[in-house]
Nanobody, 125 residues
Framework: QVQLVESGGGLVQAGGSLRLSCAAS????????MGWFRQAPGKEREFVAA????????ILADSVKGRFTMSRDNAKNTVYLQMNNLKPEDTAVYYC??????????????????WGQGIQVTVSS
């Protein structure tokens, strides 16, 4: 079992930056693919980014490429989502998720086994 806790959300003006963190419990964290998803009001949850267990490969949604980066520190059982040049359409609840898959990072919500509670990110125009 893995427990995930997100932090670092909040209110920021358009063009600003935030860094989300996701702290994980459990000794097997370093073997999991980790992902970030988000859900805006009235919309379905969507994929944002994912990173391979080793940190060697990441994938990003087209809507955030060039603005967001994902990284991990397995020694600290933590993954990060650095969000730059934020836009009002990035406003959403952001969720951290863990996937026991050890291959190429995946972007389907159904493939993830564990989820955090989510954290609000609000970008004002």
């Amino acid at each position: 079992q893995v427990q995930l806790v997100e932090s670092g959300g909040g209110l920021v003006q358009a063009g600003g930056s935030l860094r989300l963190s996701c702290a994980a419990s459990g000794r097997t964290f370093s073997t999991y693919t980790m992902g970030w998803f988000r859900q805006a009001p009235g919309k379905e949850r969507e994929f944002v980014a994912a990173i391979m267990w080793s940190g060697g490969s990441t994938i990003l949604a087209d809507s955030v490429k060039g603005r967001f980066t994902m990284s991990r520190d397995n020694a600290k059982n933590t993954v990060y989502l650095q969000m730059n040049n934020l836009k009002p359409e990035d406003t959403a609840v952001y969720y951290c998720a863990a996937d026991r898959w050890q291959g190429w990072p995946r972007g389907r919500e159904s493939e993830y086994d564990y989820w955090g509670q989510g954290i609000q990110v609000t970008v004002s125009s």
